[in-house]
């Protein structure tokens, strides 16, 4: 089996990259800076140089492999321009399907998010919940699904779609202040905090991921990756804080002037290219619901998450600690 990982440069395809080649799969990883990747290239993994931003390339990284992950994405920067993300989370999956058929490639899984859902007002959500994108990481992430499946349909190329609820685990940088804010007894709760929070730990979506590259039944389905438990975020900070040995935050503040200060913040840096020190999608992480069924993963390609929150949440803080990161 030959694959090849994009954003493996980054937590998620890095950590599938280096799982993949661990189970003896000849892993080829597309990159901008091939010298900035010496610890791919250690744990045995190809370098091809190539830019989500171009097309032009990309086949000749797809060539001869028999799945394509494509994982790289531009998560939330409030100072990129919005074209900026619709080319690299929207066009280039159209490009990658392409690509890989071009290739001839037998299937590529695409990595979108379970945010093109918004806010969940019934949870759990499946599949067919609908589409309710909230800002432009989640807008341009739908289009990259629309954009790979039309792709898809036009080369005959085997295509699944991955949404992955919020990912957590060693040498992810996302929750990072979440988890020292908590472990330094400096973390402040917005809101009531009862809202869900669904958390996948990196090796379960790995792993899941591996599946759906592989299970033939997977082709043309979409399948949402979570992990096992559904907390509320006042469990999940109470959870990090037991592991992590201290008192769980008490402090919640009101919403509404954080949600203002970050309106204000975004208005002024965004046209100077700066990033807000508080913006919006950041204090909506206190407001918005995210609980996920994930029947169809579990039934038709076998998917089984089985890391728990406090097992996974105690890696992670490990990880934290040894890094010099807490």
């Given at each position: 089996?030959?694959?090849?990982?994009t954003?493996?440069?980054?937590?998620t395809?890095g950590?599938?990259?280096?799982?993949?080649?661990?189970?003896?799969?000849?892993?080829?990883?597309l990159?901008?800076?091939?010298?900035?990747?010496?610890?791919?290239?250690?744990?045995g993994?190809?370098?091809v140089?190539?830019d989500?931003?171009?097309?032009?390339?990309?086949a000749?990284?797809?060539?001869?492999v028999?799945?394509?992950?494509?994982v790289?994405?531009l998560?939330?920067q409030?100072s990129?321009?919005e074209?900026?993300?619709?080319?690299v989370?929207?066009?280039?999956?159209?490009?990658?399907?392409?690509a890989?058929?071009?290739?001839?490639?037998?299937?590529?899984v695409?990595?979108?998010?379970?945010?093109?859902?918004?806010?969940?007002?019934?949870?759990?959500?499946?599949e067919?919940?609908?589409?309710?994108?909230?800002?432009?990481?989640?807008?341009?992430?739908l289009?990259g699904?629309?954009?790979?499946?039309a792709?898809?349909?036009?080369?005959?190329?085997?295509?699944?779609?991955?949404?992955?609820?919020?990912?957590?685990?060693?040498s992810?940088?996302?929750?990072?202040k979440?988890?020292?804010?908590?472990?330094?007894r400096?973390f402040?709760v917005?809101?009531?905090?009862?809202?869900?929070?669904?958390?996948?730990?990196?090796?379960d979506?790995?792993?899941?991921?591996?599946?759906?590259?592989?299970?033939?039944?997977?082709?043309?389905?979409?399948?949402i990756l979570?992990?096992?438990?559904?907390t509320?975020?006042n469990e999940?900070?109470?959870?990090?804080a037991e592991?992590?040995?201290?008192?769980?935050p008490?402090l919640?503040?009101?919403?509404?002037?954080?949600?203002?200060?970050?309106?204000?913040?975004e208005?002024?840096?965004?046209?100077?290219?700066l990033?807000?020190?508080?913006?919006?999608r950041?204090?909506d992480?206190?407001t918005k619901?995210?609980?996920?069924?994930?029947?169809?993963?579990r039934?038709?390609?076998g998917?089984?998450?089985?890391?728990?929150?406090?097992?996974?949440?105690?890696?992670?803080?490990?990880w934290y600690?040894s890094?010099g990161?807490?």
């Amino acid at each position: 089996m030959k694959a090849l990982v994009t954003g493996a440069t980054g937590f998620t395809g890095g950590h599938l990259a280096r799982a993949l080649a661990l189970r003896g799969v000849q892993v080829r990883a597309l990159v901008r800076k091939p010298e900035a990747a010496a610890d791919l290239a250690a744990a045995g993994i190809e370098l091809v140089k190539g830019d989500l931003e171009r097309r032009e390339g990309l086949a000749d990284a797809a060539r001869g492999v028999d799945v394509v992950y494509h994982v790289a994405a531009l998560y939330r920067q409030a100072s990129l321009p919005e074209a900026t993300y619709h080319r690299v989370n929207a066009e280039s999956a159209g490009w990658i399907v392409d690509a890989a058929a071009a290739a001839g490639a037998g299937r590529v899984v695409h990595c979108s998010t379970v945010g093109v859902h918004g806010d969940i007002e019934r949870p759990p959500a499946n599949e067919d919940a609908p589409l309710r994108p909230g800002d432009t990481y989640q807008v341009t992430k739908l289009e990259g699904e629309r954009l790979a499946r039309a792709a898809a349909e036009r080369t005959g190329i085997e295509l699944v779609i991955v949404r992955p609820s919020g990912i957590y685990g060693p040498s992810d940088r996302r929750l990072l202040k979440l988890f020292r804010g908590v472990a330094r007894r400096r973390f402040v709760v917005l809101g009531d905090g009862e809202i869900f929070y669904h958390l996948t730990h990196v090796d379960d979506l790995v792993e899941g991921f591996r599946l759906a590259g592989a299970v033939p039944a997977a082709a043309g389905r979409t399948y949402i990756l979570a992990g096992p438990e559904v907390t509320t975020l006042n469990e999940l900070v109470t959870i990090v804080a037991e592991q992590a040995g201290v008192k769980p935050p008490s402090l919640h503040l009101p919403v509404w002037p954080f949600w203002i200060a970050g309106a204000a913040c975004e208005a002024v840096c965004a046209p100077l290219g700066l990033e807000p020190p508080i913006y919006r999608r950041r204090v909506d992480f206190f407001t918005k619901s995210r609980a996920f069924d994930i029947t169809r993963a579990r039934t038709e390609i076998g998917y089984s998450p089985a890391i728990g929150l406090a097992q996974g949440v105690r890696q992670t803080l490990d990880w934290y600690r040894s890094a010099g990161w807490l």
